[in-house]
């Protein structure tokens, strides 16, 4: 059965303290990997595809990275404004752009 | 480029009433569009894809007649909830990929409150 699991469910950062979100997946078929930000009582807002292992993807002070069996999101440096829900989505072959949503990981940076 | 927008931001409606929810692509054209549904503190639930000139395909378990869904254009889709209850109060969050691509540009959602 297709997962995909997000850890950890909810971070705490100082302020310039980096970290790192983990999406492990196992997806038979995988057609891509998508990291969201979410903002609360918004829509999610895109941050980055990834296709393939090895594949990396970065901005600002956000970079994504993505293996055979999962991806990580690391934040260098953050800053309060980086306070959000983070998702990962993923699609498979056959789905014709249909992607599912991870259950997110909740990051809170304190100034 | 690649704006979403949902009107309305927020409805509150009485039980039983039937409310609409409009999607449009701003700046593309979407043959595709996706509706999906965010409960408290839960990540997003795909309830349907919506396709532009033929009939929607919903997800497993939501129910087609309760949640009515045209694609009138390439730049609009519409979610119908029909005889709402309290249970359909959540947030709906609508999306469209860009033509020839995966990623989904999403639009500010539309909050749900059924009394």
């Known amino acids: 059965e297709d997962q995909v699991t997000q850890s950890p469910e909810a971070l705490r950062l100082q302020e310039g303290e980096s970290s790192s979100l983990n999406c492990s997946y196992t997806v038979s078929g995988l057609r891509g990997l998508f990291w969201y930000r979410q903002d609360p009582g918004k829509g999610p807002e895109f941050l980055f595809t990834l296709y393939s292992a090895g594949e990396e993807k970065e901005k600002e002070r956000l970079k994504a990275t993505l293996t055979k069996k999962e991806s990580f999101l690391h934040i260098t440096a953050p800053k309060p404004e980086d306070s959000a829900t983070y998702l990962c989505?993923?699609?498979?072959?056959?789905?014709?752009?249909?992607?599912?949503f991870g259950t997110g990981t909740k990051l809170q940076v304190i100034p | 480029g690649a704006v979403v927008s949902q009107h309305p931001s927020w409805v509150i409606c009485k039980s039983g009433t039937s409310v609409k929810i409009e999607c449009r692509s701003l700046d593309f054209q979407a043959t595709t569009m996706f509706w999906y549904r965010q409960f408290p503190k839960q990540s997003l639930m795909l309830m349907a894809t919506?396709?532009?000139?033929?009939?929607?395909?919903?997800e497993q378990g939501v129910e087609k007649d309760k949640f009515l869904i045209n694609h009138a254009s390439l730049t609009l889709s519409t979610l119908t909830v029909t005889s709402a209850h309290p249970e359909d109060s959540s947030f709906y969050i609508c999306s469209a990929p860009t033509s020839g691509t995966d990623t989904q540009y999403f639009g500010p959602g539309t909050r749900l409150t059924v009394l």
């Open positions: 989505a993923w699609g498979y072959s056959g789905g014709y752009q249909k992607v599912t």
């Open positions: 919506s396709n532009e000139g033929s009939k929607a395909t919903y």
